[in-house]
């Protein structure tokens, strides 16, 4: 264990880990500890603390306490604390990286490239946050109020933000959560997922090290179900930023009630490909939109529209790619590209049920389908209808259907008709065409040529309908962790 996070654990093998209540590393007077597993082997990689509702009470209130001197703190400060934070995970990297790879089953390269964007990420909010100030607006430019005024236009902190992280990223989508509301000068309680909580643990103190002060960031741990529903409905919570499935993020809105939220929920990110489209580079992407970990990612491709001559054309090349570009196995191994397990078995479960429904209502394996423990083979399936489990639920695995239309009208209708609303990619040599077909689509974005994704990080990201609530992206989510605070001078008389 390296001399940086001696204090967060036991240091046993496996270890017990404690949770920050805000000052300091410690173990739930509870007594209650939930076991983390690789989805790798199965095998415990540690505890972790079910922390009591009055461990909450208690984060919650430090985090009220130290939040305005926090806030007083100069915004250059703020700045450093987040660049240190940057630096802390950079010189981490490799421990990050190796830990990541074991206790979610991300591949090597995926698990570099999530410590590595969390680094640039925050290096970039905390470049971002010194554009965003406040301004001023005379009233007289408003007719029938030119007696005058001016308003002094703040931009403020909500207070204390939750933040809810998922299991997929459990570093970078806890650090684009922690970065903005802590620069906008927020206290953040940090729920990490179960399997990603000791990710999170090791992220929460690098940026404790990083100069983050006592009680302004607190993680607490333990199941969604023992403290998520106690932590979302809780009074001391301003302003919650998550990052899940639109179930859950239905549940933690009825729950939280008239409060700002920033959710990032599931998407089935369809692919509509025009017959003009370029097949191998739509091939590509699709093998890279659809098995990247191994399809569990919001903006995982779960299903491609076109008609019979394009499919027909498309398949083949999608089905002689994978033998190169898709290997299933341990994501240790050199071997493996993209798909290592699924997060658990009970997952594996679920989408090998979604399969078998699918091709008793008439879909057809063309690879795949299989499971062995929390290992589900890359599957292709054609002959789907959106009517099918695969397609009319998010299906968070390597699972990729084909589903074939008669006209571009057909495909616009079935994309809006979903409950979904995330992105979507068109696939066409005409990028005029792709632009005019996206802007009949019902989704956050529309990628042209290119597979459905969050970054680059700047960018707005966000859903509609099930998939999501406000923007995300650098500017976007500095925004949404504050609020404008207007200060009205009027003239007298
Ligand atoms: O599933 C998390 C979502 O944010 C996807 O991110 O970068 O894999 O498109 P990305």
């Not at 590595?116 to 010194?130: G, I, M, P, S, W």
């Not at 939280?256 to 003009?276: I, Q, R, S, T, W």
């Not at 084909?402 to 992105?423: K, T």
Request: glycine content about 10%; some cysteine; hydrophobic content about 40%.
């Amino acid at each position: 264990m390296s001399e940086m996070f001696e204090e967060i654990s036991d240091n046993r093998t496996p270890p017990t880990y404690k949770f920050f209540n805000g000052s300091a590393w410690v173990t739930s007077a509870g007594g209650k500890t939930t076991e983390v597993h690789s989805p790798i082997d199965d095998s415990v990689l540690g505890k972790v603390q079910v922390v009591t509702h009055e461990e909450i009470d208690a984060a919650m209130k430090a985090a009220h306490a130290q939040q305005k001197n926090w806030e007083a703190t100069p915004l250059n400060q703020r700045v450093k604390v987040m660049h240190l934070t940057a630096d802390w995970i950079r010189q981490y990297e490799d421990y990050l990286t190796t830990l990541l790879i074991r206790e979610i089953g991300k591949t090597s390269d995926e698990a570099r490239g999530e410590i590595k964007r969390t680094a640039d990420l925050t290096d970039y909010f905390a470049d971002e946050v010194q554009s965003i100030r406040g301004f001023e607006l005379d009233s007289d430019n408003f007719p029938g109020f030119d007696k005058g005024g001016t308003a002094l236009i703040d931009r403020v902190a909500y207070g204390v933000v939750l933040a809810i992280a998922p299991f997929n990223y459990p570093v970078n989508l806890s650090g684009s959560k922690l970065a903005p509301a802590l620069l906008m000068g927020n206290s953040v309680i940090l729920k990490p997922p179960t399997q990603g909580s000791i990710s999170g643990l090791h992220l929460t103190q690098l940026f404790r090290k990083a100069g983050v002060p006592t009680g302004v960031l607190a993680t607490v741990t333990g199941g969604g179900g023992e403290i998520g529903e106690y932590l979302t409905a809780h009074g001391g919570v301003d302003m919650i930023a998550f990052t899940g499935n639109s179930e859950t993020g239905m549940a933690i809105a009825k729950n939280a009630g008239m409060k700002p939220l920033l959710f990032e929920c599931g998407g089935d990110n369809p692919v509509v490909v025009l017959p003009d489209a370029d097949m191998h580079l739509t091939a590509r992407e699709i093998i890279k939109g659809g098995f990247s970990y191994a399809g569990q990612r919001c903006t995982g491709i779960k299903y491609v529209l076109g008609t019979e001559t394009t499919l027909d054309q498309l398949i083949p090349l999608v089905l002689e790619l994978m033998k190169t570009e898709v290997a299933m196995g341990d994501p240790r191994s050199p071997g493996t590209k993209l798909v290592g397990p699924v997060i658990s078995e009970e997952a594996a479960v679920h989408i090998e049920e979604a399969i078998r429904l699918s091709v008793s209502a008439g879909a057809k394996i063309l690879t795949g389908g299989g499971r062995k423990n929390s290992y589900i083979e890359p599957t292709i399936l054609t002959d789907v209808t959106p009517d099918m489990r695969v397609v009319a639920s998010e299906v968070f695995g390597p699972v990729v259907s084909f589903v074939r239309i008669a006209s571009m009208d057909e495909a616009v209708g079935i994309i809006n008709r979903s409950r979904y609303g995330l992105q979507a990619s068109v696939f066409t040599k005409d990028e005029g065409t792709g632009i005019v077909f996206a802007r009949q689509l019902h989704v956050g974005s529309v990628q042209i040529n290119g597979s459905p994704q969050r970054g680059p990080d700047h960018f707005p990201f966000l859903g509609v309908k099930h998939s999501g609530v406000g923007v995300q992206g650098v500017r976007y989510s500095l925004e949404a962790m504050s609020r404008l605070r207007p200060i009205v001078l009027n003239k007298p008389g």
